[in-house]
Structure formats: C-alpha cells, structure tokens
C-alpha cells in the first residue's frame, strides 16, 4: 500500500468561519454498493465505479475543512459540488491498475450578506499499479483523490481571497 495514501495534505490556513458544509452530488452516474474487482483479472479487464457519497466520504471532506479553517474572518456556507468522482480498475497482462478520480467546485457564500465570496473548481486523480487490486487500497485511493480536490480548491481560494476574484 502506498504511504502517500496516508499522508496528510499541507494544510491551508484559510480565513473563514465556515459554520455550514453542504455536499452535493451532481453526478448523473452514481452506482450503488462496492466497485466489482475481478478475482482473476485478464488483459483488457475494466471497470468503472462512481460510489454514491457516504458518510466516511463526507467526513474527509468535512475534517479536511476543518483542519484548513483559522476560525477567522467572515462567516460562511460552504457549498461542495461533486461534479464527476469514480474508481478505476484495468489490468494488463503484468499488472493491475487502481485510479481516484475527483472532480469539484467549492464556492463560499457569506452568512451575513449571504453573498457568494469565492468559488473554485479543481480536479485530483491518483493511481497505483500493483499485482493485485483489492477493495481496501481502492477506497482509500478514492479518499484520497477528494482530499487533494478539496486541497487544490483551497490553495486556489487562499492565492486568490485578497483580489476577491473567482476560480
């Protein structure tokens, strides 16, 4: 397994009070139970997975606004739209293949004003090849995958929250 997998991201320190998290999926695609692993893969072996948010999913993403939060500044909503997430799996004839795939927009509105302040998009994926793919190692490359689209977001709103101009 990875050690990257269980690595925190640096954290942010943005300048909000973010008192609310709201997580929307606009997936068109969400598939219901674990993503379906062949136990004896061959060449050309594919399959593609959009997991429906679950609780664990929504704790990373709330723990890691947390720990990127200085409790300081406005008070805000945060809205986190899940534009496009999946697991991957294919195999060739030496190997298989695990991939994250996370695409997202986080947009912070002011509760006083309930204006918009800031909004981002962002995009992560994460890979690893190995002998043999398992349900474990998947989530958690999944996990990790929304902890670094989430990341990318905040280091976007933290470069631009002084020029107050949109991602």
Known sequence: MPK???????????AYQVQHIEIVDNRRNVSAGEMKIPTFSTPKSY???SP???AEHRHEIEAFFK?????SGPSVQAIVVLVDAYKEFSATAMSERERGHVRMEVTLYDLATDKRLIS???MAEFGVESIDADQEKMEKIY???LRQAVYKCFKSIAMSADEGQDL
Not at 4 to 14: A, G, K, Q, R, Y
């Open 120 to 122: 981002c998009e962002s």
């Open 47 to 49: 399959a593609k997975h």
């Open 67 to 71: 720990n990127n939060i200085k409790g």
């Open 52 to 54: 429906a948010v679950t």
């Open 143 to 145: 996990r990790y995958s």
């Open 4 to 14: 990257i997998l269980d690595e925190d991201v640096p954290n942010v320190n943005l």
